[in-house]
Each structure stands twice: as structure tokens, then as C-alpha cells.
């Protein structure tokens, strides 16, 4: 495809300095943005382990509540709060 008002065979002009971006533009870039190291995009091993430590803990204490402890609600918080930092532990994970 040829600039409008060349031809195919015609060379282009080329200019010894860049125009600069019109006003209220940004040109492009020019520095190096290096990509991100993988072991920053890694989770610590930890983790998960205690992602899912958290969870059966949380479990287990759901169950407590209504199996060994019938007349306190302290169970059943320790285990809704235990399920939450697993939920949240688990957008964590990478």
C-alpha cells in the first residue's frame, strides 16, 4: 500500500528529526520495561497449605458447634472466620 499521492515506485522523504506528539498526546516510549521475574509471580509454598488447613479447620469447627457444643456459637464463628481467611488466602494463590 503507497501513501496517498505516490506512487509504488517513488521513495519516501525521510526527515532528519522526529515531529514531536501534537498537543495533548503522548508519543510512544522509547524506555525498556523489563518483564516481570517469574519468582514474583509465584505464591510462597506456604499458601496453600495453610489455604487448605484453613478450610478443614473451618470445617471442623462448623461441625463442632452442632455436634460437641450445642448451646455456644464461639465454634461457629472461629469456623466462619477460618473459612473466609481460606477464601481469601485462595485469591492469593498464583
Known amino acids: 500500500m503507497t501513501a496517498a ?3 509504488p515506485g517513488d521513495q519516501p522523504a525521510k526527515s ?3 515531529a514531536a506528539p501534537a498537543h495533548g498526546k503522548v508519543g510512544a516510549s522509547s524506555r525498556y520495561t523489563p518483564p516481570i521475574p517469574q519468582a514474583a509471580k509465584e505464591s510462597p509454598p506456604w ?5 487448605l488447613g484453613l478450610f478443614v479447620v473451618g ?3 462448623i461441625m463442632a458447634r ?3 457444643f450445642p448451646d455456644s ?4 464463628l472461629v469456623g466462619l472466620v ?5 477464601l481469601f488466602l485462595a485469591t492469593k494463590w498464583r
Do not use: S, W
Request: proline share 8%; net charge positive.
Open 5 to 7: 499521492g505516490t506512487r
Open 16 to 18: 532528519a528529526t522526529k
Open 47 to 51: 499458601l496453600p497449605v495453610l489455604m
Open 59 to 61: 470445617g471442623v469447627a
Open 66 to 68: 452442632y455436634l460437641i
Open 73 to 76: 456459637n464461639i465454634p461457629l
Open 82 to 86: 477460618c473459612l473466609l481467611g481460606g
